[in-house]
């Protein structure tokens, strides 16, 4: 199955930042933080005195990543947990570990993704990879830890993508079977991804569960989800990303992972981010720049699409959230 990644760590640049809350006493819950942006919103969260939880695939990157975490963060509390978000078994185990160590879960950063596979591939459970592993393996997520994040009064921040802008939800084929189209089943995934983060803050608000949703997007910036990847059938980078990493380097149009990182970052943890909104990079055409709310996709204003999306999501993962 492919391997839900961040962004390839490509620089330590610093030029963008933002404030965020003391975090000292708070646990941070990343997926895909093992490299690029998802390492970077750890990095920052970590700096800040969080303890940070990076649920990861492959445990020897995960390794790497915490070296490199407490190189740059000498007092930083990091530890790992196993995560394969393309198989729900595994998403409940870690939803077993984690509530059996009973510590409230203050931030929840569902960043982890796979990204256009040339070929359809399935997840585990038959789900189309992408559809499965950006959305459906995070709402089990958030399920499985509902009671922790309402403990921790938590912060969930939702990445989504650019693309969720376009496109839309195949609601005739979610799992694209009949005709598949890569591009459109990433945005149909990140979309998805949206709704559900949009709705568990209108379920969250009127059911009183005390949980703060956002939105977050990282603009472009030089990925791993477009470079070559033997797990998805791509033997070499594609041309977009030679195209990114060229403007990232000389700092034209799109951002670096580390800027990317942001939007997530400011979404979670600071103080003036709020429950419901969506924030993203504040520059020329929203690709790069500081972090800022956004004007919320047309997409994503789908509220009846959004409750279709979650109840679908609930039948597909079998996952229930508690009403009270």
């Known amino acids: 199955m492919p391997r839900p990644s961040s962004e390839t760590d490509t620089d330590t640049d610093t030029d963008t930042d933002t404030s965020v809350s003391d975090l000292t006493g708070k646990r941070a819950v990343i997926t895909g933080g093992s490299d690029g942006i998802g390492l970077r919103i750890a990095t920052k969260l970590a700096a800040a005195g969080a303890e940070v939880v990076l649920p990861v695939r492959n445990v020897r990157k995960g390794e790497t990543a915490i070296e490199t975490i407490r190189a740059e963060v000498s007092t930083a509390r990091v530890t790992l947990q196993e995560l394969d978000l393309s198989s729900l078994e595994s998403v409940a185990r870690l939803g077993d570990t984690l509530t059996a160590e009973g510590q409230p879960i203050h931030l929840l950063v569902n960043n982890a993704g796979v990204m256009t596979p040339p070929e359809r591939q399935v997840t585990v459970d038959g789900f189309e990879s992408q559809f499965g592993t950006n959305h459906l393996g995070h709402f089990a997520l958030v399920s499985h830890l509902l009671p922790l994040l309402r403990a921790g009064h938590a912060r969930v921040t939702s990445q989504i993508s650019v693309s969720a802008n376009s496109g839309s939800i195949n609601w005739d084929d979610l799992q694209w079977a009949e005709k598949y189209n890569g591009m459109g089943a990433y945005s149909q995934s990140k979309i998805a991804m949206g709704l559900f983060g949009l709705e568990l803050h209108r379920r969250s608000r009127d059911l009183g569960w005390g949980i703060t949703s956002t939105l977050s ?54 103080p003036a981010s709020e429950s419901g909104r969506f924030y993203g990079p504040s520059g020329f055409m929203h690709l790069s720049g500081a972090p800022d709310e956004q004007k919320l996709y047309r997409n994503l204003e789908d509220t009846a699409g959004a409750a279709r999306s979650w109840e679908l999501s609930e039948r597909l993962t079998k996952a229930t959230f508690a009403a009270g």
């Open 217 to 270: 997007h990282p603009g472009v910036a030089p990925t791993s989800l477009l470079a070559a990847r033997d797990e998805l059938g791509r033997q070499t980078d594609t041309g977009a990303v030679r195209l990114i990493r060229w403007l990232s380097a000389h700092r034209l149009i799109v951002g670096t992972p580390t800027t990317a990182a942001l939007p997530a970052v400011y979404a979670a943890a600071s």
